[in-house]
């Protein structure tokens, strides 16, 4: 198909679907289609033969529409193009929705000086004027408050004029006051109620208009979903992980306020790793003392802040309890240690000791009580936990808290290539 073919197609095609599928043989001759190529369209199926002279674009028609009733506009026009015919009394209330049947017939308001017939169309004198007149695309129809003027006679209509002029008013077509002045309501609505009225309507109009989806647009919504879901699923994910990272953070951060409070009621010494005692536990054999029992007096009663958020094989116990060492998430440096057997005040570290306290690890993620970077190279031997992305949060001595990879927190074996901090674990170097 040559350019100049197609687009005489495309410009009929725009033409049907502005007139509702319907155009006229002068209007396809005019864009190009000569008359000896009518029939062939119309045994090709490309054309529907309506009637004399008008034909319908075959796969936009809608039979059922009331757009049907612009063929009669497009039937009336005079050899100018000009449209004569006017969409009047029972056509005009099928229009617009006032009546649910479409009238056998058409009825059209035509000049006195038509001439055309039809065994399908009724035809009556025009006796209103043009501004009781509406142009819809290329149909012409009286407005509704002409149309409801001229049909109250009529017995087919009368019967029911009540409804239909209940309803044009529900529909906006008509106010309320222009039906109370000509007599057919008892009473105009207030203006509040009548556009409640409205919404109404409209509400439940559109409501059982609603095309259903084909399979097609189903599928195609589903996998719209689907890639957005796997868009969305990952930012989420992270920003869940992100959320508990900050919480841990926090948590580490109460616990270097309990740290500094021991300090601070100690002279200044920083709270022991462990110690052993003389005394025992009632499952028998020697009591142990750890970094938690030394902030005793400031975790009772927030042992929460003990719990990771993202350390999911926690128990969530009594944190004092050594029987229990998965019931904390955080470990403190095992360099913080005492000599076993003697008092912590006599051992312990002291704060004013610490050349750079704002470097050295006293808390953090860790797989059990303890924090130690081990001799293996090996994540799963290291005693820190890397929960968060990789990553595990840190206290520092003086207070701050910081994330670090394994490879940015060292361990106490030289790995090639990868930088070392050693000084992070050994307080007093």
């Not at 004569?84 to 009394?89: A, D, E, H, K, Y």
Request: proline fraction near 5%; hydrophobic fraction near 35%.
């Amino acid at each position: 198909m040559t350019e100049k073919n197609r687009s005489k197609y495309v410009m009929l095609k725009e033409l049907a679907i502005s007139q509702a599928s319907y155009f006229s043989a002068k209007q396809a001759y005019s864009l190009g289609f000569t008359h000896g190529t009518h029939s062939y369209h119309c045994n090709n199926n490309d054309w529907q033969h309506i009637d004399c002279g008008i034909f319908a674009l075959s796969g936009i028609r809608d039979v059922s529409s009331r757009d049907d009733l612009a063929r009669w506009c497009l039937w009336s026009r005079n050899r100018e193009g000009k449209t004569q015919g006017v969409i009047c009394n029972e056509s005009a209330l099928y229009y617009f929705g006032l009546i649910d049947k479409s009238p056998l017939k058409v009825h059209l308001a035509v000049p006195g000086n038509f001439r055309k017939k039809h065994s399908q169309v009724i035809l009556h004198a025009i006796g209103f004027p043009l501004l009781d007149v509406d142009k819809k695309g290329i149909v012409l129809v009286t407005k509704p408050l002409r149309t409801l003027m001229d049909t109250k006679d009529l017995p087919v209509i009368k019967k029911q004029f009540s409804e239909i002029v209940q309803k044009s008013v529900s529909m906006g077509l008509i106010t309320s006051q222009q039906a109370f002045l000509r007599g057919w309501l008892p009473e105009p609505m207030p203006p509040c109620k009548e556009v409640a009225v409205r919404r109404t309507y409209s509400i439940d109009r559109n409501c059982h208009s609603v095309r259903a989806f084909t399979l097609v647009e189903l599928l195609v919504t589903v996998a719209i979903i689907s890639i957005l879901a796997g868009l969305l699923l990952p930012v989420l994910r992270s920003a869940m992980e992100m959320g508990r990272s900050i919480s841990c953070v926090n948590n580490l951060r109460q616990i270097g306020l309990m740290q500094r409070f021991y300090q601070d009621d100690n002279a200044g010494n920083c709270s022991y790793y462990c110690f052993r005692t003389t005394t025992t536990w009632p499952e028998g054999g020697n009591s142990w003392k750890w970094y938690w029992h030394a902030l005793y007096p400031y975790l009772k009663g927030a042992e929460g802040v003990m719990h990771c958020p993202a350390n999911e094989t926690i128990e969530k116990k009594n944190v004092f309890d050594i029987t229990i060492p998965d019931a904390k998430s955080y470990g403190q440096n095992f360099k913080f240690r005492t000599i076993w057997d003697v008092p912590p005040s006599d051992s312990t570290i002291r704060i004013s000791s610490v050349k750079r306290p704002g470097y050295v690890v006293i808390n953090g993620d860790a797989r059990y009580m303890h924090l130690r970077a081990t001799t293996s190279a090996i994540w799963e031997d290291q005693d820190m936990a890397f929960r968060h992305q990789d990553k595990s949060n840190f206290l520092l001595l003086d207070g701050h808290v910081e994330s670090f990879k394994i490879y940015q927190i060292g361990t106490s074996m030289v790995i090639t290539g990868w930088p070392q901090d050693y000084d992070r674990w050994t307080p007093c170097p």
